[in-house]
């Protein structure tokens, strides 16, 4: 915990980083924000629009509990709030072509692109030419 005094002095670093805080209830990222206020920077990684933090308890999540910290600062952030900084990353490195093309238009407003490494890579040998995961190739 980082109020503990014996971990402050472990806790001194420039930028503390939370990943997959998309998922995180914000109690599990009190830590993370309390080491940061030693910090310069506070960073939040993750994909709000992927997984939820799981809150078993519907009196909690009834609570707000079932939202991230990330999910409230986007939220704000959208509403006009600019006291953080977001950043989308557009370029996905993952999918094939056909996958990615769902969750773009669905969540992100077709925003998300593939990476020239996703373009230039080669099917597997499983990928059946209707799957469309990668370009249409002429059979010779």
């Known amino acids: 915990h980082a109020s503990r005094p014996d971990l402050r002095a472990f806790l001194r670093c420039r930028v503390v980083v939370v990943d997959e805080a998309g998922q995180a209830v914000e109690p599990e990222v009190v830590a993370a ?9 506070l ?4 994909d709000p629009e992927q997984l939820p933090p799981t809150v078993f308890s519907r009196r909690a999540a009834g609570r707000g509990l079932a939202r991230s910290l990330m999910q409230r600062l986007l939220r704000n952030y ?56 990668w370009r249409a190739r002429p059979i010779t």
């Open 78 to 133: 959208e509403q006009g709030e600019r006291a953080v900084r977001y950043q989308l990353l557009r370029s996905q490195h993952r999918m094939c072509p056909a996958l990615r093309r769902f969750p773009s238009a669905m969540f992100y407003a077709g925003r998300l692109h593939d990476s020239n490494a996703v373009l230039a890579r080669e099917p597997p040998a499983w990928a059946q030419p209707s799957l469309f995961c």
């Open 43 to 46: 960073v939040l990684c993750g």
């Open 33 to 41: 924000v309390e080491a940061a206020q030693m910090a310069e920077k």
